[in-house]
């Protein structure tokens, strides 16, 4: 069989999925892209209200640290990033004529056109661009699993339909965004194909905390500025916003792994970290009473923080300069567990890394590779996101197309396999 004839089927219509049928179809393969929805890159749309961040700019090795994941495995964690990385997306945006530009923090995002930074443009120019290059596009087609021939079961407008295939790479995403159609459900077909998958949960997502009314009622949507957070061994900078159920923010987003890894997650908050506690006591004076409304005062707090320090319920009244000043440098929050993973901007979870091989092919399923989300690796938001989905999926099509000759006959199972029995 020639190298143009074999089938890769994609299934998910996601950036990440849109990638690997690009660099498949590019490979020489038949591309069928099979999509849940009735249009594909509803996610990347979504991503794209707020500012599309591609990627980040900044040096190769930083933004490897910047990924986490239980038993995320370095060295090729590495190797997939580098097969497709920051100026490879930049150089692959620009050929669809979207400039992009580096943000102060780092990001990559498109030159706004009229005031606007609009995934739109790049969506519609990249499916045309697919099309044109010969991709097939199946939307309203639901993955099901495998029939007892080993093809692909999909539900599509009720009815039930199956395709033959070569390779497969499963590109389906996380559970985060949900209306979107990235919710999660295969986790449940995976399982029942023997693929052991880590439980989805919420990241970059806002947390829980038990807030007394009183608090509430002051302080809700307040923003706390100018702090650092701790969580274990890591911390983060920025600013927080008490909500009625927690905090959010990016701080807290970027320290979602530590979190999940404590029995009981805590944050630790520096309200002031850029002034020592000898230069606030200094700055406090001989205050004797009214501790909060004086520390607000000489200390510039914001109405967050003064809310904060006035209405914890395990902590106060406040006796003395030294013991508030004491709780402004260390002010410790017990966390009851993050939101619900569908308000996560992302999710942690997926698919374990001892299921798959080097070209993440799953061990149990030949010829079946996943990319994205779907993987059991985590990333804080800034464009990290993007470029591993980019990344993964670059390297998925890239290994299934090396399959071509060593792939069993399209449509046969082994009639001894109990999945299919």
Request: charged content about 25%.
């Amino acid at each position: 069989m020639s190298k143009t004839e074999q089938h890769i089927a994609v299934i998910g219509g996601g950036p990440a999925g849109l990638r690997v049928a690009e660099v498949a179809r590019r490979g020489g393969a038949r591309v069928t892209l099979f999509e849940g929805q009735r249009s594909v890159g509803r996610k990347l749309l979504i991503a794209g209200k707020s500012g599309l961040n591609l990627t980040h700019w900044g040096e190769f090795e930083v933004s490897l640290t910047h990924y986490s994941g239980p038993k995320l495995p370095r060295d090729l964690w590495r190797e997939i990033l580098a097969r497709f990385d920051n100026t490879a997306l930049r150089k692959w945006a620009a050929e669809l004529g979207i400039e992009t530009f580096v943000s102060s923090a780092g990001k990559v995002l498109p030159v706004p056109v009229n005031g606007r930074m609009r995934s739109t443009p790049l969506l519609r120019r990249w499916i045309l661009r697919l099309q044109k290059e010969g991709v097939e596009f199946k939307t309203e087609h639901t993955w099901k699993g495998l029939t007892s021939e080993w093809q692909l079961k999909f539900l599509c407008l009720g009815e039930s339909r199956s395709y033959a295939f070569d390779c497969v790479v499963l590109a389906l995403g996380g559970a985060s965004w949900p209306r979107t159609g990235s919710n999660g459900a295969w986790t449940e077909t995976l399982g029942e194909l023997g693929v052991q998958v880590a439980p989805l949960v919420g990241s970059n997502c806002g947390w829980e905390s038990a807030w007394p009314a009183a608090l509430l009622e002051t302080a809700e949507g307040l923003p706390l500025k100018n702090l650092r957070l701790h969580a274990g061994n890591s911390c983060s900078r920025g600013e927080l916003v008490i909500t009625r159920y927690g905090l959010e923010g990016a701080p807290i987003y970027r320290l979602g792994p530590e979190l999940r890894a404590m029995d009981q997650p805590e944050v630790v908050i520096d309200f002031k970290p850029d002034q020592g506690t000898e230069e606030l006591l200094e700055r406090m004076g001989r205050v004797q009473r009214n501790f909060v409304r004086e520390a607000r005062r000489r200390l510039r707090l914001d109405a967050g923080t003064a809310a904060l320090l006035r209405h914890l319920p395990d902590r106060g009244p406040w006796k003395s300069a030294d013991q508030i000043v004491t709780e402004i440098k260390q002010c410790r929050i017990r966390l009851d567990g993050p939101r619900p993973v569908a308000e996560a901007i992302s999710s942690a979870g997926g698919v374990a890394w001892n299921e798959l091989d080097a070209g993440l092919m799953l061990k149990n399923l030949p010829g079946f590779f996943v990319a994205g989300e779907m993987i059991d690796w985590d990333a804080p938001t800034g464009g990290f996101l993007l470029q591993a989905c980019f990344s993964t999926a670059t390297h998925a099509a890239l290994a299934a197309l090396k399959r071509e000759n060593d792939r069993p006959p399209r449509g046969l199972a082994p009639s001894f396999d109990p999945r299919f029995q």
